[in-house]
């Protein structure tokens, strides 16, 4: 991997490798979307950027040589990199290209490691695509190049852009600004266009959860806008007291200025707006961050077993539903908590779980409901770990019954004799053999599930200390290789030293 890019809406990234390889992943989950073969055969190191401020027009360049030492300049559309849309030679010269693009005014600045001048050209949607514009002449030669944002330049001069070149003789920081030729009486609108501002226009979670959004754009009219810093004094107040922060009072100016802007309402219905498939987008992803929030919430008050037993002493099937609710474990909260699944206590067995006809004849007495109850202990319906589980693997099931102390429960009555007591048949043991089978083959899949994510995991783990290796590994060669000329160094100027004092004693 030699270099990487973001698109505008930061969806999806283009990375250029050594085997002149485009590739173009997905930003969220790093599958690879799209890959072909770069058109510059040369062994220069391809480099690639985006440009547009269009996702259907985005466009990929990408900087090379060609099997004749030609540099070349291609572009691509963003959607389709099996074939350039251009490509154009620069010159005969061998170092690399660094480009540089200008989403606001569509151009594209290309900087060449040890060369003087800077060319920039012309973006087109359409053919032919790029046009050569002109360079900036220099004298010294640089070895790397960076910009500025837009938001940091002199919209007073007319600066459309701002270079900082590496000397490759001094290895300084040199500013190169361009500026065009204008007389700064007012704001020049076309040469200013909105451009993108430091607020983001998703939080973390919303962009993770699948929501797609242009960046917001900062108006250049207004230069006092244009801070990126919140400009804060920190203030001691005692000798035992932390410092207070203080925020200026330059931030509340900003906040009622951009209060005081005129807002337009839109009084349509959802389904009649342009932007009705984004907008239903985003209640959807904030429902589930809403479900996953109250799901980790559920997790962290996770109740022990005293409240387990405090609702199997007396509270009955109507307050224990009660409970769940009051908890905010409902159907989608316990489909979206994947961390979650299949909280099984340690301590209990596959003899615990289980249907009371299962229990042998000699252990079973008889009460007045015409259930079975063990002789030894009473069983419980632990009514919260049955949600927990029947509505993650949609299984419905019956419930499951926890073998719990005898002291809990109050001795039943026994039934009279005279009354009749039915058993349970053998159709209906085999049906409750069945789905507690059909729930523990549930929760093992789920296990497999996770246990492969953890390889998975484990392989990249992998991967990343081998690159680490291979990084160390050349730092140490670097470092001896230093070592050697250090002391080369070294030798030299013993022997010059002991030249210049011969010459002095022989003279």
Known sequence: MLSTHFSYNATEFAVSTKSRQLIIYDARTAQVKRSSTL?????ML???VHCGRKVENERLITTGNSRNTRRQIAVYHAN????????????GASGRLIPIADNDLNLLYVAGKGDSNIRFYELYEESPHISYLNESAGTRALTAVGYLPKRGLDVAQCEIMRLFRVDAEQLVI????FIVPRRADSFQVDLFPPTRSPTPALSFAEWFGGLDREPILLELRDCILNCTNKPVTFAKIGFAKKPKLLTSDVNNDRKFRFLAQVTKPDYRSVSDREDCKELLKLREVREKIAAESKANAVIAEDPGDDTVNNKANGNSAEDKKADVGEN???PEVAAMNHRNIFLIDSRSEASEIMDTESLPSENRTENRTGMCRHNRSSVSFDESHLLSTRKRNGVRDKPAYKV???LVHPKPKVKSPDEDYVWPSEETKSNSQSESEEMLVNVISELEKELSKC??????????VRTQEKDIESLRFEIQWKDGRIEYLQSQLTELDNARSNSSHSS
């Open 174 to 177: 040199e500013p190169m600004s």
């Open 328 to 330: 905010g474990i409902s």
């Open 404 to 406: 719990i102390s005898p």
């Open 46 to 48: 391809p480099h690639v």
């Open 39 to 43: 058109v510059h055969d040369g062994s």
């Open 80 to 91: 389709s990199i099996d074939c350039p849309l251009i490509t154009v030679d620069v010159d």
């Open 455 to 464: 390889r998975c995991r484990c392989q990249q783990l992998e991967t990343f």
